[in-house]
């Protein structure tokens, strides 16, 4: 299956600052990454689909100008939250899907938000 | 809405058999997913089902029964790195996969 890197793995910022992660498909060209959101203890949220050359759809409720999606090549999408709050803090994963008929996610290890 | 039911939480022994029940109400369907999810890291795929009946992988099986809304994980043999959360997680009608809230589940020695 895709291989896919997430990276930073841990970070800790201050209030106010913004915060990229990135996302890279390693061994597929993918069109489309899903970006997630997981609060502890609870299940995978799905933030937005980011597409390749174009804009990123956003799920209800994520602010499109808060959590900014940029997927400007086949193996790499960006997030970047802006102005982070301690309420950002979160574990937030990547995923692909090498569009099979099972629909198979794979998963990028994840980045953890801490913002003080 | 959509709805996905799974416990929150299961204890069970090392070397025994568990069972991961999930239910779901949703609109459409076109397959339900198992993935495995250590504490800090990202899911890993499970399992697929998309017809009824009993999808087995080494110690891991699933079993769906779509008329039913119904699917369970058999863990067998059950290891100690097992420990871990399951997450059940259905394809609706638009292809959105929809994800229960994972059950937390526990091996004591």
New interface residues.
Partial sequence: GAVVSQHPSWVICKSGTSVKIECRSLDFQATTMFWYRQFPKQSLMLMATSNEGSKATYEQGVEKDKFLINHASLTLSTLTVTSAHPEDSSFYICSVSEGTDTGELFFGEGSRLTVL | GQNIDQPTEMTATEGAIVQINCTYQTSGF??L?WYQQHA??????LS?N?LDGLEEKGRFSSFLSRSKGYSYLLLKELQMKDSASY?CAV?DSN???I????TKLIIKP
């Fill in positions: 076109n397959g997913f800090g890291e990202a899911p890993t795929f697929y998309v997450l394809l292809y959105q996969l994800w229960g809230a994972g």
